[in-house]
T-cell receptor, first 115, second 114 residues
Framework: DAGVIQSPRHEVTEMGQEVTLRCKPI?????LFWYRQTMMRGLELLIY????????DSGMPEDRFSAKMPNASFSTLKIQPSEPRDSAVYFC?????????????FGDGTRLSIL | AQSVTQLGSHVSVSEGALVLLRCNYS??????LFWYVQYPNQGLQLLLK??????LVKGINGFEAEFKKSETSFHLTKPSAHMSDAAEYFC????????????FGTGTLLAVQP
């Protein structure tokens, strides 16, 4: 079975540019999570969706960040405009419906560098 | 509220030695507990999970963890470390309710010395 697929794997761009990160969850999974990982702050949950609906976006750092899930097989995380402090590894994860005993399955991440 | 504390951000062991990574949790509801491993330049992979039933849980790569309610702990162990075990390990607890949201610890970086 294909796992969670993220693209691109690496992104280097200049400050002020728009950045779009993409995620394809595992087929049949109803939950989708976006995380950010940095040395200073560790693993932070940014937002998660259930059945394509955003449930909790309290971790989104500011209005420059937005996430969408137009259908069950695709989600995007957008940063506009980007800043150097947004440099991090961004992970997408998905899990099945069925309660809190369902594990999350992670993609390999997008390593984002803002110059 | 749910929380996870991992004692020791860095642990170093010799190859063949016992691995012990500590995790304590706080939960207002019966917890579901997870250990994940992250190898360099990869996402997190599930090592094992505790939901209900047997308190000693076996996972992949020879790891196991024991749920101790009285100690609110879920420590991860492996009898004999291998070089390939070098990675970062994360403990997580379910947020509670019907959601699949997890609360992650800050991670423990395991180094294995030859």
């Amino acid at each position: 079975d294909a796992g969670v697929i993220q693209s691109p794997r690496h992104e280097v761009t200049e400050m002020g540019q728009e950045v779009t990160l993409r995620c394809k969850p595992i087929s049949g999974h109803d939950y989708l999570f976006w995380y950010r990982q940095t040395m200073m702050r560790g693993l932070e949950l940014l937002i998660y969706f259930n059945n394509n609906v955003p449930i909790d976006d309290s971790g989104m750092p500011e209005d420059r960040f937005s996430a969408k899930m137009p259908n069950a097989s695709f989600s995007t995380l957008k940063i506009q405009p980007s800043e150097p402090r947004d440099s991090a590894v961004y992970f997408c994860a998905s899990s099945r419906q069925g309660g809190p005993n369902q594990p999350q399955h992670f993609g390999d991440g997008t390593r984002l560098s803002i110059l | 509220a749910q929380s996870v504390t991992q004692l020791g951000s860095h642990v170093s062991v010799s190859e063949g030695a016992l691995v012990l990574l500590r995790c304590n949790y706080s939960s207002s509801v019966p917890p579901y507990l997870f250990w994940y491993v992250q190898y360099p330049n990869q996402g997190l992979q599930l090592l094992l999970k505790y939901t209900t039933g047997a308190t000693l849980v076996k996972g992949i790569n020879g790891f196991e963890a024991e749920f101790k309610k009285s100690e609110t702990s879920f420590h991860l162990t492996k009898p004999s470390a291998h070089m390939s075990d070098a990675a970062e390990y994360f403990c997580a607890v379910s947020f509670g309710g019907a959601t699949n949201k997890l609360i992650f610890g800050t991670g423990t970086l395991l180094a294995v010395q030859p």
